[in-house]
């Protein structure tokens, strides 16, 4: 079982910058894949990023490529998110997962390749 607590999120100016952290209880947080996922008033949850266990591989949704950053410390079971040149549109509730497999591709992006979730920090851009 891992638990994920996310922190860092708040109001912030569009083409500010905010720095999410999650931070994972837990013996085998390298083992795991971690994502960032969010989640608009009426929409879906959607893909932000995704890092691999030991932090090698990284993917990010298209509207975020370029602005956000996902990185790892596995010593101190923790996984951030950058979010640089924030936008309105960006504002949403931003979960982190963690996935026991090995994930490739496309199914980093899957919200059902994660098997463990935070309860969702919100985000809010002002234009």
């Known amino acids: 079982q891992v638990q994920l607590v996310e922190s860092g999120g708040g109001l912030v100016q569009a083409g500010g910058s905010q720095r999410l952290s999650c931070a994972a209880s837990?013996?085998?947080?390298?083992?795991?894949?971690m994502g960032w996922f969010r989640q608009a008033p009426g929409k879906e949850r959607e893909f932000v990023a995704a890092?691999?266990?030991?932090?090698?591989?990284?993917s990010y949704a298209d509207s975020v490529k370029g602005r956000f950053t996902i990185s790892r410390i596995n010593a101190k079971n923790t996984v951030y998110l950058q979010m640089n040149s924030l936008k309105p549109e960006d504002t949403a509730i931003y979960y982190c997962a963690a996935g026991r497999r090995t994930l490739n591709g496309s199914q980093r992006s899957w919200v059902n390749s994660y098997d463990y979730w935070g309860q969702g920090t919100q985000v809010t851009v002002s234009s």
């Open positions: 890092i691999s266990a030991g932090g090698s591989v990284t």
């Open positions: 837990g013996r085998t947080f390298s083992s795991y894949a």
